[in-house]
């Protein structure tokens, strides 16, 4: 009611001028015959009322139509806000059944119509694109299933060969080929993780376990040593997304370490569980830091490994938000870099 009445109000203020001019032209007609002492003022008042019932009836037929144009662009207004998208046909279509077809076309409805076909226009070209957008993600995810197939035969010939030397070698290769198609297939995962998320309570340290498994190779071509203790800690995650994250920590510690080791500790802090993955690597500049987390950067230590694409820990970090898990590294030229991540009781 109370939006109704806001709305004749508006309808009044817009038509004040309209309402002015007529009170005024209907004073100084009454005002000149009175001057002039004109016979019969009486009936040319009552002609006057007459005039304002007349005015009155218009002024509420066409406040009515005011009021339920408002209605349907407030509507409009909310639908837009809700799903970011324009619905004037409908409105569009009722303003035209509330307007005569005798009458030409009003300003009005050409903006109306002009703002439809934009809209619809709109609407096409998002269409098109979601079109496109979903050919690419199947053509993304038939290349990745056909490409596990010769990753698979090349890990069972390099099996045969005897040059034990060279076959680890190559191992860590063809890892690390594995390693980018499935970094390719998590990109296009991550657009429908919110339905994939399976939240269960795990065991830290096994997941741990799993991750330095699967980089064994890596682990024994580079010499390098890996503490994973048992800490008797539990988390609420989902298995396959946190260990993404944990591989990808992982992977990069073990690439910019040349040697020493890589060793994980956990600790109940609260209601929350911290794990920090520590390296002796070659760490990272100051002024790097900050910036590891955004897409595509590489900073000084990726500029030396050529074939750093700056898209690993941005993975991680969005994953982690959807995990609700916060993200902190501290590192030192030389000496190696730690990364702790913080793991609450409850996702949000």
């Not at 144009?69 to 407030?74: A, P, Q």
């Not at 795990?202 to 064994?216: C, D, F, H, I, N």
């Not at 993200?327 to 913080?342: D, N, Q």
Request: hydrophobic content about 40%.
């Amino acid at each position: 009611m109370r939006t109704e009445i806001r709305y004749w109000i508006d309808y009044m203020g817009e038509k004040r001028a309209a309402v002015f001019l007529y009170l005024a032209t209907v004073f100084l007609f009454v005002t000149t015959c009175c001057l002039y002492h004109i016979e019969n003022l009486g009936r040319l008042l009552y002609a006057g009322l007459m005039t304002l019932a007349l005015w009155i009836g218009a002024g509420v037929v066409n406040g009515g139509k005011y009021v339920r144009k408002r209605r349907m662009l407030e509507t409009v207004e909310r639908e837009f806000e809700q799903l970011k998208e324009l619905r004037l046909r409908e409105f569009c279509e009722v303003a035209d059944a509330w307007e005569s077809d005798r009458h030409p076309r009003t300003t009005e409805q050409q903006m109306l119509r002009l703002l439809t076909a934009v809209d619809e226009e709109r609407a096409g070209e998002r269409s098109r694109r979601e079109e496109q957008e979903a050919d690419r993600r199947d053509y993304f995810l038939v290349w990745i299933h056909q490409i596990k197939t010769p990753i698979a035969a090349m890990r069972l010939l390099l099996e045969e060969t005897g040059d034990l030397e060279n076959n680890f070698r190559m191992r860590e290769e063809l890892f690390q080929i594995e390693q980018y198609a499935e970094m390719v297939l998590t990109i296009q995962r991550l657009e429908s993780m919110g339905s994939d998320l399976v939240l269960e309570e795990y065991e830290l340290t096994p997941l741990l376990r799993q991750a330095v498994r699967k980089y064994s190779v890596l682990f024994i071509n580079r010499g390098l040593q890996v503490e994973v203790p048992e800490c008797g800690c539990r988390i609420l995650t989902d298995e396959k997304w946190f260990s993404f994250c944990l591989e990808q920590i992982l992977f990069n510690a073990i690439k910019y370490t040349p040697k020493g080791k890589i060793s994980f500790s956990g600790r109940q802090q609260g209601e929350e569980t911290v794990l920090e993955i520590e390296d002796t690597g070659m760490g990272i500049r100051a002024e790097d830091l900050p910036r590891i987390f955004e897409r595509g950067f590489t900073g000084y230590n990726g500029r030396t490994d050529k074939r750093a694409t700056g898209i690993g820990l941005y993975l991680c970090r969005k994953v982690c938000r959807q995990l609700g898990i916060s993200i902190a590294v501290e590192s030192s030229v030389g000496k190696g870099t730690r990364v702790e991540l913080t793991i609450p009781r409850t996702v949000l």
